[in-house]
C-alpha cells in the first residue's frame, strides 16, 4: 500500500504526492525516480496505485530508456570540434539566411536542456543547441531551417508546417530522428 512520500516498488523508487489536479498522472524524472501525483479531492492513493501499477510496463522501459542515455557519459567535446562545428554552422546558417531572404540575422551556441534551437523574432537572433555538435549534418541543417522559419511564422501551426514543407521537404522524419537522437556520435 503506497503512502505519500518515497515508495518502492521491485527496487524502484516512486515518489508520490497529493495535489490540486484533476487526473492521476505519472512522469519519469532524469534521475530514474517515477512521480506519481493524484488528486487531493476525488482520488486515493489507492487508486492512484492502481493507475500506475495498470501503466508499469511503460514507466520501467521509460525510466530503462532515461537512465540508459544518462549513463552514456558522453566525452567533453573538444575545442578543435567545437571550432569544426561553429564553421559548418555559421556557413550553414548563413546559406539559409541567403536562401529565405533573411538579412542580419545573427546566431549563437549555447548550452540547452531542452530545446535545439530558439528563435528571437524581435532580435532577429537563434540560438542553437550545444549538443547540435554531436549531430548529423542533415539534422543541424533542420534546426537551422526550422528556427529561420519562424521568423515567418512564431508557433507549429499549419501554417508554419506548410512552409517548412515547402523549404525542406521530409523536415518531419528529420525532427523524429532528431528527438531520438538517431545518429548521434558519442
Known amino acids: 500500500m503506497f503512502k505519500t512520500g518515497r515508495n518502492f516498488i521491485d527496487g524502484i523508487p516512486i515518489e508520490v504526492e497529493r495535489k490540486r489536479i484533476r487526473c492521476i498522472n505519472m512522469r519519469v524524472a532524469q534521475d530514474g525516480v517515477i512521480h506519481l501525483s493524484v488528486p487531493k479531492r476525488w482520488a486515493t492513493i489507492a487508486e492512484g496505485e492502481a493507475f500506475l ?4 510496463k511503460w514507466a520501467v522501459a521509460t525510466r530503462v530508456k532515461i537512465l540508459s542515455r544518462a549513463a552514456a557519459v558522453r566525452a567533453p567535446v573538444g575545442e578543435e570540434e567545437r571550432s569544426a562545428f ?11 539566411c541567403a536562401r529565405l531572404g533573411e538579412n542580419g540575422v545573427a546566431w549563437r551556441v549555447r548550452a ?13 537572433s537563434v540560438v542553437y543547441n550545444a549538443e547540435l555538435v554531436r ?3 542533415e539534422l ?11 521568423l515567418k511564422v512564431s508557433n507549429h501551426g499549419p501554417r508554419f508546417r506548410a512552409l517548412m514543407d515547402e523549404r525542406l521537404p521530409g523536415w518531419s522524419v528529420l ?6 537522437r538517431d545518429g548521434f556520435s558519442t
Open 135 to 137: 549531430a548529423p549534418r
Open 140 to 150: 543541424v541543417e533542420y534546426v537551422v531551417v526550422h528556427e529561420l522559419t519562424h
Open 175 to 180: 525532427r523524429r530522428r532528431l528527438n531520438r
Open 53 to 56: 501499477r495498470s501503466k508499469w
Open 86 to 96: 561553429a564553421v559548418l554552422l555559421g556557413s550553414m546558417h548563413a546559406e539559409w
Open 112 to 124: 540547452m536542456k531542452s530545446l535545439w534551437g530558439s528563435c528571437h523574432i524581435s532580435q532577429r
